[in-house]
């Protein structure tokens, strides 16, 4: 995650590790003063971006945006040096997991996570090979034929997951997907996605309010502040590869959770 100058030109915006990038970025659904407006690119160098800020701040207006799912009134959003989402090679691709798991009541647990690939037309012994695999690493392999309504709202949210998976993203786009979830329930979830990032080998961007998620999961945290949407501070997260509970209470890891809430305060308080 790199800030970039104004006046450069689009194209000086990406390199060949660049996921995607953004230049002066806008929304026409926010007032004029609460625009994200800040020039943003993420690198593969980084692969987990955590984006935290206070209320109002445009971070999951500008995860939207990034995923394709709203359009910015100003500025451009690059993703793999293209305006298209996915590659030109086809190679690439991003999915996104929501707030809320937003599973289909009538289809079973196998039905909803195959919903993209059965959109996408992808081979039915192809999809459901996926589908098993998928369920499979968020742990839900016994229950790819329960219905939504017997799960718990934290095997709903694997569920969720395990969907967005399901397509073999390049680039996963997480907003805020595990805050109504209790706490033991979120860190476990937490650790699986820490796992997942490790045995898939793609980049992910995280919306999220909690400080100690934020240093649990990601190797850098990008801080936004509100009135005008804007990026404030970028810390990179020297942590261990392999995360638990020991690094949970570290010194470094207290360390970083202190200097996240100094700065979120300041943001929220309006000193930036």
């Known amino acids: 995650f790199a800030f970039e100058h104004p006046d450069f030109p689009y194209p000086e915006l990406c390199t060949d590790a660049t996921v995607f990038s953004a230049q002066a970025l806008g929304h026409p659904l926010l007032p004029a003063r609460r625009c994200v407006h800040n020039d943003v690119s993420l690198s593969s160098s980084a692969p987990v971006l955590l984006v935290s800020g206070s209320n109002m701040s445009g971070k999951s207006t500008l995860l939207r945006m990034f995923a394709g799912l709203d359009s910015p009134s100003a500025g451009r959003i690059l993703w793999w040096g ?26 079973r647990v196998r039905a909803n996570t195959r919903l993209p690939l059965d959109l996408r037309k992808t081979p039915r012994a192809e999809a459901d090979a996926r589908v098993t695999a998928v369920l499979g690493m968020v742990g839900l392999e016994s229950f790819a034929h329960a219905w939504p309504r017997e799960l718990s709202g ?60 934020a240093v649990f999961l990601s190797t850098r945290v990008v801080v936004m502040a509100a009135r005008p949407g804007r990026v404030v501070a970028d810390i990179a997260i020297a942590g261990p590869a392999e995360r638990d509970d020991d690094w949970r209470v570290s010194a470094p890891f207290l360390n970083y959770c202190r200097q996240l809430s100094e700065l979120l305060t300041a943001a929220a308080q309006g000193r930036f």
């Open 82 to 107: 293209s305006e298209k989402h996915d590659s030109a090679e086809g190679q690439k691709s991003l999915s996104m997991v929501f707030q809320e798991p937003t599973l289909m009541p009538w289809a």
């Open 154 to 213: 934290g095997m709903q949210m694997r569920v969720s997951l395990a969907r967005a998976l399901a397509t073999h993203p390049s680039l996963l786009l997480l907003d805020e997907p595990f805050g109504a979830l209790d706490e033991f329930t979120r860190n476990k979830l937490d650790s699986d996605v820490r796992q997942l990032w490790a045995q898939q080998a793609m980049t992910v961007a995280f919306v999220t309010h909690s400080i100690y998620e």
